[in-house]
């Protein structure tokens, strides 16, 4: 009986003995797919954060070195007081414009958010109150921080 | 014997991992790592790209060089001007607008290089007196004003302020440029000089302007320039101001 009972004993360990090793290799690939597959999502989300960082500062530089405006035509409207400028948009973006103007005699002026699309001619009209003999020193400045300055003579 | 199959079975399932992560590695060259070089550089390609249409937009700007000629139509049309265009580059030039003080109108004339066009006559509905400044816009953002200067609508008929005969010399070389200027005496179908002058030339192209306001329109101009003894310029201008421009050139 205990000679048979060893003999029981030997023989089902005999047949559970690859268990351990097929476990620990399945625990051991099962850990390297886990941890593979979290390296891969975190490469993939990082090389996609990555890729859409470096194009978007790519095609924003892009846009700042593309835009190409100039300031057509200038003129000052002593009955309303006004300062009108026709700024032409020759680039392939549209722009948004910031224009502040200071006289000689020490006063400034500004208008802000002036859209000018793309191969457009733009007129903007800015409440000015300047005296004959002014030099008006105008500045457009676009919010991809490109400028075109212009000087005006007041008659 | 049994350590012995324990080491074989070991050994055959020791590169299973290894492999694994092989694949690993390589589905994340492949899927992640690749098309971020792969749109990275296609970025790189459209800025590059970009960048050279705008230069090369920036060099033909440079390059565009117009002449605008404005003059009255004609006695029977006291408020028209016609404006007149010359395009001295070597680059085709669209002209989009033409300013008349405050004014504009649009158009779209293409000009082949050397080309002389008539863009055509324009009430501008002066008031008198009155100035008017012509000047056209390129679609290249370059504005180029009448050649002239202004024109001065006083009791119903036009004026300018001179009349101008410019030279263009085109010569290579540091010299001291003799000018002549030679007016056409219409009775005798002879030249007598009206002008000289000297100028310094430090290569490239000169421009000379004569005023020859008191020698009066319409007339016919020579102008002999020389370096020494050699004559590099030797060519003739119409004016035919006011009906034609109160400016003209004489080229090379």
Redesign the interface.
């Known amino acids: 009986m205990y000679n048979g009972g060893l003999l029981i004993f030997n023989t089902e360990f005999r047949l559970r003995k690859g268990y351990s ?1 097929v476990i620990s ?1 399945m625990i ?2 099962s ?3 886990i941890i ?2 979290i ?2 999502a975190y ?2 989300s ?3 954060v ?2 859409n960082s ?2 978007d500062e ?2 924003s ?2 846009n700042n ?2 835009e ?3 300031i ?2 200038i ?1 000052y409207n002593d009955t309303d007081k006004k300062m ?1 400028l ?1 700024i ?1 948009n ?1 680039g392939d973006i549209s722009i948004t414009l910031d224009i502040y103007i200071n006289s000689s005699n020490g006063s400034a002026f500004s208008s802000s958010d002036n859209n000018v699309d793309r ?1 457009c ?1 733009q007129r903007i009209e800015i409440p000015v109150d300047v005296s004959s003999g002014s030099v008006l020193s105008i500045k457009c400045h676009t919010r991809r921080s490109n400028d075109v300055l212009a000087k005006y003579y007041v008659l | 014997m049994k350590m012995n199959k324990s080491t074989v079975r070991g050994v055959r399932r020791r590169g299973i991992s290894t492999v694994i992560g092989m694949i690993i590695f390589i589905s994340v060259l492949f899927t992640a790592v690749v098309p971020m070089y792969v749109n990275m550089n296609q970025a790189d390609m459209v800025y590059a790209q970009r960048e050279a249409e705008v230069k090369r937009l920036d060099e033909q700007r440079s390059r565009e060089e117009l002449l605008v000629y404005s003059y009255p139509t004609g006695k029977d049309r006291p408020h028209e001007l016609t404006i007149e265009v010359f395009n001295r580059g070597a680059e085709e030039v669209s002209i989009v607008r033409i300013w008349f003080n405050e004014k504009y109108r649009s158009l779209e004339r293409t000009l082949k290089p050397f080309e002389n066009v008539v863009l055509g006559s324009y009430d501008v509905n002066p008031t008198d007196p009155g100035i008017v400044d012509v000047s056209c816009t390129t679609d290249r953002g370059n504005v180029f004003v009448n050649q002239g200067g202004s024109l001065y609508f006083v009791g119903g008929f036009w004026d300018i302020d001179a009349l101008l005969v410019n030279v263009l010399i085109s010569y290579n070389q540091n010299a001291i440029i003799e000018y002549t200027l030679y007016m056409k005496l219409q009775a005798k179908d002879d030249w007598i000089q009206i002008e000289k002058a000297k100028i310094i030339h430090k290569g490239g192209e000169s421009i000379k302007s004569f005023d020859v306001t008191a020698y009066g329109s319409p007339n016919t101009f020579r102008c002999v320039a020389k370096v020494g003894s050699t004559v590099i310029l030797d060519s003739t201008a119409e004016m035919h101001w006011p009906s034609g421009s109160n400016v003209v050139w004489i080229l090379p």
């Open positions: 090793s290799s051991l690939t850990a390297v797919i593979g597959s390296l891969w490469s993939q990082a090389t996609v990555m890729t470096y194009v790519t095609f530089t892009l070195l593309i190409r405006f100039t057509e035509k003129y009108i026709y032409y020759y191969q001619l």
